[in-house]
Every structure is written in structure tokens, then in C-alpha cells.
């Protein structure tokens, strides 16, 4: 009797476990995450209220465009080692609950958005959920340019954050944006290298598999001095002083000493894990330093 009872507790466990898997928690919280620094960074503040429909908003809207590129990309999923056991190549979550799924969590999370917090919020989620989805997705069988085009609406949070408080684009924002776009290059093109065969078995376009790791890492380089120089707008438009300017200047010299290596050496894997993982800090020494300068 006892265990008769337990089961279908477990089967509902596992089905909750593999429908958050679908959703990419930790693409999800890296994207909250800068939705929050645009938020704090502004000059305004917003209520605890607003602030909450804000970041659960984000994380729905979030959710849903993780769960159509699970869905849509569930079949190259199953030809790489990487990703081959996720629910819907391994065949434990039906295919068609998946869309139903995304399609709950975006229809909600725009009138949360519109309504919680305010239109323009809304619409840019919106605009970046539609770019992420139809646009992104399918180039990436198709072009490594897909990766520049995917920048745009992974670099939409922090605006989404900023317009949140202000109710406004200011030069703050576009600031913001700015660095995520240029941040998401490099980190990318890192990981592409690292896991450049799982990626040529996926049938995935990305730049290390059709023009091959020396043209992937001069590419690294080159965004990377794009992020570095970028990040320093933010002191001509007032939205930074010195404490920050300092803090970007040491992460990014950082930056730049590996991704310099990356191009006069002949290095593989391993280096591209260790700028993959340096851009992660890099990120977060940023984001703390604007935060912490702006209050």
C-alpha cells in the first residue's frame, strides 16, 4: 500500500524535474541575474512589489524561450554527448506538454510584465522572446552569424531592468546593453571551441566548426577588445566613476592577457574552458562594480 503511494509522488517529481531542466535554469538565472543589474544600476528605484513581478516576469518569459529551443532543437540535442540525456532526446517528456509549456509561460508572462510593472518593460521582453525563437534558433543550423544575431535579445535584460525603473531608454541602458552584447560574444565563442566536435556532430553552424579554431579564437580577441573598450562608456554619460572604472580595467586587462594567448599560441580545450570560465567572472566583477559605483 505504502509503496503504491509513493510512486506516483515520484513520477510527479521526476516529470517537474525534467519540465525545469527543459527551461535551462542556469541560463535562466544568468539572465535575471543581469535583469537585476539593470535595475539596481538605474538612477530610480522601483517598489519590492514591482521588483518582484519584475524578476518573476523575466523568469517566465525566460523559461518559455528555453523550452521552444529545447523543443525545436530536440534532435540536434540527441546527437550530441552533451546534451543527449535531456528530457525530450531521451524521450522522458512528451514533445507536444514541452510546447504547451512554453507557450503557458509566454502568454503569462507578458501581461505580468505590461501589467506589473509597464509596457515598455513588456515589449522589449517581448521583442527579445521573438528574436530568441524565430530568428536565433533556426540559424544556428544555418550561419555562425547566428551567434551576433542571438547577442541582441540575450543583451535585452539589462534594458528590460533599466526600463523597469526609469519607465524610459536612457543612455544608461544602452550602456548596459552594450556590455552584455559584447560579453556574450567572446564567452560563446569560447565554448564553441571547447565543445567544437559536439557541435560539428549537432550539426550546429557555429564559428569553430565552419571556419575552424584559429578564425574562432582571432574572433575572441577581437570581441573581447570590443567588451573592454565598450565597458568604459560607462564613465563619459555619468553612470560610473573611478571605483568602477578601476575594477574594469584590472577584470579586463585580464581578459585580454587570455585572449591574447588565444592567438599567439597554439592552445585547444583547455584554454577555451579557462576564458569561458574568466568571462563568467569578468561579468560579475562588472556588474557588482556598476551596481555598487551607481548606489
Known amino acids: 500500500m505504502s509503496q503504491a503511494l509513493t510512486l506516483p509522488e515520484e513520477g510527479l517529481v521526476a516529470v517537474l524535474r525534467d519540465a525545469v531542466e527543459l527551461a535551462k535554469p542556469r541560463i535562466t538565472g544568468m539572465v535575471v ?45 540527441g546527437r550530441m554527448l552533451r546534451t543527449k540525456e535531456r528530457p525530450l532526446p531521451a524521450g522522458r517528456f512528451d514533445p507536444w506538454t514541452a510546447f504547451a509549456l ?27 522572446h521573438a528574436i530568441y525563437v524565430l530568428v ?30 526609469t519607465g524610459g531608454l536612457e543612455a544608461g541602458g544602452f550602456m548596459l ?33 565552419v571556419r575552424g579554431e584559429t578564425s574562432a579564437r582571432r574572433r575572441l580577441l577581437a570581441w573581447t577588445v570590443a567588451l573592454v573598450a565598450w565597458s568604459f562608456v560607462a564613465l563619459p554619460i555619468g553612470a560610473a566613476g573611478l571605483p568602477y572604472a578601476v575594477v574594469a580595467a584590472l577584470v579586463g586587462a585580464g581578459f585580454l592577457v587570455i ?8 592552445v585547444g580545450g583547455a584554454w577555451a574552458r579557462r576564458a569561458m570560465l574568466y568571462s563568467l567572472v569578468y561579468l560579475v566583477a562588472v556588474a557588482a562594480a556598476l551596481v555598487l559605483d551607481a548606489r
Do not use: C
Open 259 to 266: 585572449a591574447v594567448d588565444g592567438v599567439i599560441r597554439a
Open 136 to 165: 536565433y534558433t533556426p540559424l544556428k543550423r544555418v550561419t555562425p552569424w547566428a551567434l551576433e544575431i542571438g547577442a541582441i535579445p540575450g543583451a535585452v535584460p539589462p534594458l528590460m531592468g533599466w526600463a523597469a525603473a
Open 102 to 128: 512554453a507557450v503557458f509561460l509566454g502568454v503569462f508572462a507578458v501581461p505580468i510584465l505590461a501589467v506589473a510593472v509597464n509596457p515598455l518593460t513588456a515589449l522589449l521582453g517581448a521583442i527579445a
Open 177 to 209: 546593453f552594450g556590455i552584455l552584447f559584447f560579453w556574450q560574444l567572446p564567452h560563446f565563442i569560447a565554448i564553441a571551441i571547447y565543445l567544437r566536435e559536439d557541435y560539428a556532430r549537432g550539426g550546429l553552424r557555429v564559428l569553430s566548426v
Open 33 to 77: 541575474f543581469t535583469t537585476a543589474m539593470g535595475l539596481w544600476a538605474a538612477p530610480t528605484s522601483i517598489s519590492v512589489a514591482r521588483t518582484v513581478a519584475l524578476l518573476v516576469g523575466t523568469t517566465m518569459l525566460v523559461s518559455s524561450a528555453n523550452v521552444f529551443n529545447s523543443w525545436m532543437e530536440r534532435d540536434v540535442d
